[in-house]
């Protein structure tokens, strides 16, 4: 394979004592505030995603709107997916501090209006403000996870962030249905305002981020191909060096030269036309993807002229984004090797994410007979075993690099898949529940790996653009998903039942005891074949790392000069 005979870059094991030194975190105390607001961030934006699935009946109930209900959800995670690729690059351009700042005022704004709603409409809409703040809640808490450890120590700060998602993601609804039962709905929302306000104290109070970056270093000993990717970064990187120049001489009292004040004009230009380019085509897409088969025929008008639509806007897209400046979406993303292998990577991860995560639940109430209590318990087993598993990545990568181990992570990941349509019928609830002990460890071995390696190929002034391209990925992945194993679902139903019925009507009857012993063989097997394709997808992101991943990342070494530092208050320089 190509990828194989990739000639071996730095990696984490090669750094030199000297580099070692260098790569050591500063001010512990302060970097201590940050990373619990970073958590408290992160906690939010995973609660905001699952909170108001329990307390629907509630909100109906109150404001109406039944039929368009579902945009609550679906508004929310477009407006994180869309918005994502731009706060990536708003945070190379402007810095992490303003955009996690302005995102996070514009979520809890959101959340204020959403508790103020007083009609359904007007909840959507207010669900959508609060999505366009989580996109910079998501991509920047993870772009400043990277920024503030050096590489040795990445895998602590991913591994509880990863924690705190997948418990935040786990208890959501549960935290909802007590709110809406024992308080009010409208407490779903308010009770982000003290979280969030804590959060950005500590965040404005402890952040400082140096006055201008330098450019990444390149690597050492590089292949072609990692020569091919340094001269990429040398040339896209070359406007933040003349302006690490201009900062200095600025500071120096000594005035620019023209070239200088040139580059940080550039520097500092935005691609606004881009960004509503991408903006559009994102949510038309994806607006596309999720009403699909759910409010109107995959191949009705409104279907095909939404995905005609969407095509056009991506190809308006293409256009913008080469003639600008500063694209939101630069080249270099999907043409270095690491960064396109991850992003398609992870892009499978967020498809086959979408079997356990919607399609458990209902596997384990309709055929295994489970209350709501003990199916979620089903699910939410992974969540003990993938922060676990991506915390000791750590001693995997070191060793073998960390393409191999995802490439060991994604294999038994596959394998995991592939066996669950091979349970016994009814079964036992203990049988998936070990499933999925085993998947989040598999998983575990392989997204962090991946997020850590991508995110040390690049230098601070592309990192925001790196995660977030990242990111958006596993987001589209997890949209297709949902159409794509919602659309098998139902056909193997129809299959199965002779067209009466689908997976949402199926579940109904059986929540509500009327459906035969025929009805719940066609779940179990419709959930079966769900199973095979995201199988499917854990090999598609096998084989996409074995082609395509270069063996050993290119890392770059750590320079703590370039970094943000997180201090007291106090100790903060001006």
């Given amino acids: 394979m190509q990828g194989a005979r990739e000639t071996r870059g730095p990696q984490v094991g090669d750094v030199q004592p000297a580099t070692r030194e260098a790569a050591r975190p500063t001010a512990p105390r302060g970097r201590r505030a940050v990373v619990a607001a970073l958590m408290l961030s ?162 404005v109070r402890h952040l400082h981020e140096p006055q201008h970056q330098s450019s990444p270093s390149a690597p050492s000993s590089p292949s072609a191909q990692s020569a091919r990717e ?168 070191r060793r073998i690099g960390f393409r191999d181990t995802a490439l060991l992570g994604i294999g038994a990941a596959t394998l995991i898949l592939l066996a669950f349509p091979f349970l016994p019928y009814p079964g036992e609830a203990w049988q998936p529940a070990l499933l999925m002990l085993l998947l989040g460890a598999a998983l575990g071995l392989f997204q962090l790996p991946l997020l850590v390696g991508v995110q040390s190929t690049v230098g601070w002034s592309e990192r925001g653009t790196t995660t977030a391209s990242v990111l958006f990925c596993r987001q589209t992945g997890q949209t297709i998903g949902a159409s794509v194993f919602g659309a098998v679902a139902n056909g193997v139903l129809a299959a199965r039942l002779g067209g009466a019925g689908d997976l949402d009507s199926v579940t109904r009857a059986l929540a509500a005891g009327t459906a035969p012993e025929a009805v719940r063989d066609a779940v179990a097997s419709a959930v079966h074949a769900v199973y095979l394709g995201a199988a499917c997808a854990a090999a598609l992101a096998f084989l996409v790392l074995l082609c395509v991943a270069p063996r050993r990342f290119p890392v770059l070494t750590d320079r703590p000069a370039d970094e943000p530092t997180a201090r007291p208050a106090d100790e903060a320089t001006a």
């Fill in 42 to 203: 992160m906690a939010l934006a995973a609660l905001d995603s699952t909170v108001v699935s329990t307390a629907v009946p509630q909100i109906v109930g109150d404001l109406g709107g039944f039929s368009v209900f579902s945009w609550l959800f679906s508004g929310y995670l477009l407006a994180v997916t869309v918005t994502l690729p731009v706060y990536g690059k708003l945070s190379d351009t402007f810095g992490r501090k303003p955009v996690l700042v302005a995102g996070a005022a514009l979520f809890l704004l959101g959340s204020l209006l959403c508790a103020l709603a007083w009609n359904m409409g007007a909840l959507i809409a207010f669900r959508i403000v609060q999505g366009l703040g989580g996109g910079a809640l998501q991509g920047t808490v993870q772009t400043l996870a990277a920024d503030l450890y050096p590489l040795k120590e990445r895998p602590k700060i991913q591994a509880k962030l990863s924690t705190v998602w997948a418990v935040s993601a786990v208890a959501g609804p549960g935290l909802g249905g007590v709110l809406a039962a024992y308080a009010d709905w409208r407490w779903i929302f308010l009770i982000n305002l003290p979280i969030g306000a804590v959060a950005l104290w500590l965040i």
């Fill in 230 to 397: 340094a001269r990429t970064r040398a040339r896209d990187g070359s406007r933040v060096r003349a302006t690490g120049g201009a900062s200095r001489a600025r500071a120096r009292g000594g005035s620019l030269p023209r070239a200088a004040r040139d580059a940080s004009r550039a520097r500092a230009r935005v691609d606004w036309a881009g960004a509503l380019a991408v903006f559009a085509c994102g949510g038309v897409l994806l607006t596309a993807l999720v009403q699909g088969g759910v409010a109107w025929p995959w191949l009705s008008g409104p279907s095909l002229a939404l995905f005609g639509a969407g095509l056009a806007l991506a190809g308006l897209v293409v256009v913008i984004e080469r003639r600008a400046a500063e694209p939101i979406i630069p080249g270099w993303v999907w043409r270095r090797r690491t960064i396109a292998a991850v992003n398609l990577a992870l892009g499978a991860l967020g498809l086959l994410m979408v079997a356990p995560t919607v399609f458990l639940p209902t596997y384990a109430q309709s055929v295994l007979g489970l209350g709501p209590v003990t199916a979620g318990f089903v699910l939410s087993v992974w969540t003990l075993s993938w922060p676990l598993s991506a915390a000791l990545s750590q001693h995997v990568y």
